[in-house]
């Protein structure tokens, strides 16, 4: 709907550590990255495992740092 | 003021969902903001909030003193009222939560630097400044500089280094310098203030090391923060402080001094509301709660942050 030009850009970093890739840091940008953000604070408090539970893609064209389990992990998204 | 800022960026995207009234959708056109009418709102709402922490603390039964408090002792504090009556109050616990300020380059490093104002002058704004200049690198700075350009200041952000944000993941710093200069922010590199001119509330002309001169209305010094240590009398209680001015204390907010606790930014650890907040509650849960609460503390580790940028 939104010109190339006018869209807010969003950006999705994990950092990860071992074979397992664990989650250990979460960098995001964009919008509704706060409420994002308290949910995935969770997660990388309890040790990242949990992470995969709580992601939630904003955007189709977000830039996102993959691991296999956020691929696993079905986005939510209006239709 | 970031939900006004964001409010503004709604409507901007407005007319690219076919809301006709809506005409000017671009990133550098903002609808107009009644930023007089604005802060009156958010003070009587701020003012309702204080009045609410007022009459929960009377419900509790907590005296609450107004005035300039100094430790005498281990356990002892004088306040100062605003009429200068002096008032001596001893207790067994003493917890210091004065915070912080913003801080100023001095008038011998750069002459005219306090012609500025900082993140308090910038909530006293009864307008919104035509051209403003912010100071600073770190997350205030670009908050502060997001806010003003979103709803209409020509914005300038002076950055000593090459980026700001330099403190997080780099993804967050250059992702958003791109989209900054997209929405008409001008971000101002390897930029040093080595003087500024003009008079308090008007045009200001601040002349930069590499011999170019801008002329802004407000300028705002957003460089860090430091600790409200000065003159509160922790030489007479003999609490400790490191280098930079803040309180030490160990994992439990607890100082060198047994009867003195310390909580917030004046201890120097995750300057966030939230945090000293949440380190107030486990403290005060440890200190006068029951027996399974005596090892309460509040993680400092993995803690989340939010830029608003």
Request: proline share 5%; aromatic share 6%.
């Amino acid at each position: 709907m939104m010109p190339d030009g006018h869209k807010e850009p969003t950006a999705y970093k994990l950092v990860v550590v071992g074979p397992e890739e664990k989650v250990v840091g979460i960098h995001i940008l964009g919008m509704g990255s706060d409420e994002v953000m308290q949910g995935f604070g969770v997660a990388v408090k309890m040790g990242g495992e949990f992470v995969r539970l709580l992601v939630r893609i904003m955007d189709l064209s977000c830039l996102v740092a993959t691991k296999k389990d956020l691929d696993d992990t079905v986005a939510i998204h209006p239709t | 003021m970031w939900h006004a800022a964001d409010t503004s960026e709604r409507l901007r995207a407005a007319a690219d969902y076919g809301f006709a009234s809506a005409t000017s959708a671009t990133p550098t056109n903002k609808p107009t903001f009644d930023w007089a009418n604005f802060k009156l709102k958010r003070d009587a709402y701020i003012k309702k909030l204080n009045g609410i922490y007022d009459s929960n603390w009377s419900r509790e039964g907590i005296e609450h003193i107004h005035g300039y408090a100094r430790l005498t002792g281990p356990k002892s504090v004088e306040v100062t009222g605003a009429d200068g009556s002096k008032k001596e109050i001893e207790a067994d616990q003493i917890c210091i939560a004065v915070g912080g300020y913003p801080i100023t380059p001095s008038e011998e490093k750069i002459p005219g630097a306090s012609l500025g104002i900082t993140s308090d002058g910038f909530f006293d704004l009864d307008h919104l400044p035509k051209r403003v200049a912010v100071v600073g690198a770190g997350y205030i700075a670009v908050e502060l500089a997001g806010i003003l350009n979103t709803l209409g200041s020509e914005t300038h952000l002076l950055i000593r280094h090459d980026k700001f944000l330099r403190t997080f993941d780099p993804l967050l710093g250059d992702t958003l310098a791109d989209w900054m200069g997209q929405t008409g922010l001008n971000v101002h590199k390897q930029s040093h203030i080595q003087k500024v001119e003009g008079k308090s509330g008007g045009p200001l002309t601040l002349h930069l090391a590499d011999g170019k001169t801008l002329e802004v209305d407000t300028l705002i010094w957003a460089i860090g923060r430091r600790a409200s240590t000065e003159d509160i009398g922790l030489d007479k209680a003999g609490v400790n402080i490191n280098e930079k001015g803040d309180i030490i204390v160990d994992e439990y907010q607890q100082t060198n001094v047994p009867s003195i606790t310390a909580i917030g930014d004046v201890q120097g650890k995750a300057l966030l509301t939230p945090v000293a907040i949440a380190a107030g509650r486990r403290l005060s849960n440890r200190l006068f709660g029951p027996p399974e609460f005596k090892h309460e503390k509040l993680s400092y580790e993995n803690i989340p942050t939010v830029v608003f940028s």
